[in-house]
């Protein structure tokens, strides 16, 4: 049974970091994609970052371009997401997704974390 754990949420200033972890187990992905995607209070989930786990291929949303940064480790079966220079509107319940055939498509992903609480006060 696929299992995705994330970690690393929590209460920061603005202009703070976070790291988020989404540690994966079950089975290993060498395929596709591996996203992390946020939903806000009355908003829609949105595409945040994705990588592949095979390659150097990273993709981003247009509003976390250059403050984040995802990352893997493929040996720990583990996903990163460094965000920094953080924003209250970056405030969410961030997901990781795994083997998504589309980086920035949701309903590609086949499998979903429970999610983290990322609030960024002002």
């Known amino acids: 049974q696929v299992q995705l754990v994330e970690s690393g949420g929590g209460l920061v200033q603005a202009g703070g970091s976070l790291r988020l972890s989404c540690a994966a187990s079950?089975?290993?992905?060498?395929?596709?994609?591996m996203g992390w995607f946020r939903q806000a209070p009355g908003k829609e989930r949105e595409f945040v970052a994705a990588i592949r786990w095979s390659g150097t291929s990273t993709y981003y949303a247009d509003s976390v371009k250059g403050r984040f940064t995802i990352s893997r480790d493929n040996a720990k079966n583990t996903v990163y997401l460094q965000m920094n220079s953080l924003k209250p509107e970056d405030t969410a319940v961030y997901s990781c997704?795994?083997?998504?055939?589309?980086?920035?498509?949701?309903?590609?992903?086949?499998?979903w974390g429970q999610g983290t609480q990322v609030t960024v006060s002002s």
């Open positions: 079950g089975r290993t992905f060498r395929n596709y994609y």
């Open positions: 997704a795994a083997d998504g055939s589309a980086p920035r498509v949701v309903a590609s992903y086949d499998y």
